[in-house]
Each structure stands twice: as C-alpha cells, then as structure tokens.
C-alpha cells in the first residue's frame, strides 16, 4: 500500500459526473442501489484492520492533510447547477484513419447550427478519395459530445471518352447511331 518512500497513502481520489445514456435517454440507478466503500478509520484496506486510534504516517510526520473537499450533493443549492440544453450541431469531413486527429478535421459549419440535415459545400471540389464527416452535439454551458463518424464515401469522378461501334443483332453497323 506504501510507496517507495514509506511515507503512507494522502491521495484521495473521486469519480464523478458519470452519465451513462444518449441525448434521449440515460441509464439511471436508484440511491437504494448504490454502495459507498471507504477504508475509514478501523481498516488498512483488502480486509486488513488496524486500531482505530493509529494516525496515519502523514500525521505522524507531522504533515497536515490539505487535500480539498468537493461540495456534497446536498451543499450544492438548485441555482448553482448548470442545467445542459442542446444548441445545435457542428459538422466537420475528413479522410479515414483522421478520426483521433481532430485538428486535421475540416470545419464544414464554423458556427453551430440547428438543422440536421447539411450538404457538403466543398463536395463538387474535392479530389477522388475517400470521407468521412464527423457530428458534435453542442450544448449550453461550452459543451460538447464526443463525435459521431458517419460511413465511408467514396468519390470517383471517372471522365473520358467511350468510342465504337453500335451494331444490329447481325453484326450491321446502325448508322449515325
């Protein structure tokens, strides 16, 4: 449990803010079903347990704990919570194997905006290859969801010029066909 320098445990970690869902739904669990765990005073953790009364090695050096306490739930009054609400949506095209790259993404909507639908402006320009585009959500409060990648697409702009001859069932060339 002790690091290298024997100096005791005086990290306290939390995890918080998890949302499990989408933008319709989300997965929620009743406070009834959900357990606290801490290794408190009366164990060492992994079913270990020590006296109650011995300090940790921190106090015991003589370092005060200052590691800052997070508000609970209840000390958070209803006017200090950011309430989320959905402001449009921002789209973005780039080529696959781009999708963990997010600055090589170009920006086909620099702003956001509400419609869900989008036609690719740059589309009719673009060289032959092959896309992908990319949609955020984005909320209020300068949120935004993770990306959502569409399909592949490929463009192939295929040009040329076909010549022959176009010819009857009996081999005789139709004319001015």
Known sequence: IDGPTNDGLWY??????????????????????????????????????????????RLEL??????PRL????????????ERVLTGYRVWRLT?????NESAWTALTPEVITATELTD???QGLPNGTYRWAVKAVYTN???????????LVKELVTGMIAGVVRRTNTVPIIGA
């Open 71 to 82: 508000p609970y739930p209840t000390e958070i009054r209803a006017t200090q919570r950011l």
């Open 62 to 67: 003589g370092w005060a704990r200052g590691e």
């Open 121 to 123: 402006p740059g589309w």
């Open 12 to 57: 306290v970690w939390f995890i918080d803010d998890i949302y499990i869902g989408n933008a319709a739904t989300s997965v929620q669990f009743p406070a009834s079903e959900l357990t606290t765990l801490s290794a408190g005073a009366g164990t060492a953790g992994f079913g270990a347990t020590v006296a109650a009364t011995a300090p940790s090695r």
């Open 96 to 100: 696959p194997g781009q999708e963990g």
């Open 142 to 152: 300068g949120v935004a969801s993770v990306a959502s990648f569409s399909n592949t």
